[in-house]
């Protein structure tokens, strides 16, 4: 008795109406993505950034105005010795807790090894310790701000 060959299972027809109906539900809406999933079958619609925007140079970062010391000037502070830079990306937070004192204001003396603030990175308070001995004279960042590798925190002198 000869067998019958199996034919292979038959797939649902995509409705190509859904997909238009998804895809003006993008434009509409500004997502880049969408999916719906009805009777076993999945549409997933995705929309990529044009190549000219995802080549597009990042916008500087903004120093804000820095707490400057009373009689000190504002002094460059990639050009000084005493800079602390973020050794991460993350945000930075001033003092221990939310409405706390700070670490350390215009004018404190620092030991090497005090912690002058804490970067909040993947859910881990990283202290961020003071490099050298001194005090205080400039401020970068506010607290609770976002900080990248290497941006300038404060100026110990």
């Known amino acids: 008795m000869a067998r019958k060959p199996e034919s292979p299972p038959q797939l649902p027809a995509i409705d190509h109406d859904v997909i ?6 993008l434009d509409e809406t500004g997502l880049t993505e969408i999916a719906i999933e009805q009777g076993g079958v999945s549409v997933r619609v995705a929309r990529h950034a044009p190549a000219a925007v995802a080549r597009a140079r990042p916008a500087e970062p903004t120093v804000p105005s820095p707490n400057v010391a009373p009689g000190t000037a504002v002094i460059d502070p990639a050009q000084h010795p005493g800079l602390v830079v973020s050794p991460m990306v993350g945000t930075a937070y001033r003092g221990p807790a939310p409405g706390a004192r700070p670490f350390v204001e215009i004018g404190s003396a620092v030991k090497t090894g005090d912690t002058l603030l804490i970067i909040e990175a993947m859910k881990t308070m990283n202290q961020i310790p ?17 900080v990248e590798y290497g941006q300038p925190l404060m100026i110990i002198e």
Do not use: F, H, Y
């Not at 238009?20 to 539900?25: D, G, I, S, V, Y």
């Not at 003071?130 to 976002?146: F, M, N, S, T």
């Open 20 to 25: 238009r109906e998804l895809a003006k539900l």
């Open 130 to 146: 003071a490099p050298r001995a001194g005090a205080v004279i400039q401020i970068l960042i506010e607290d609770g701000q976002p």
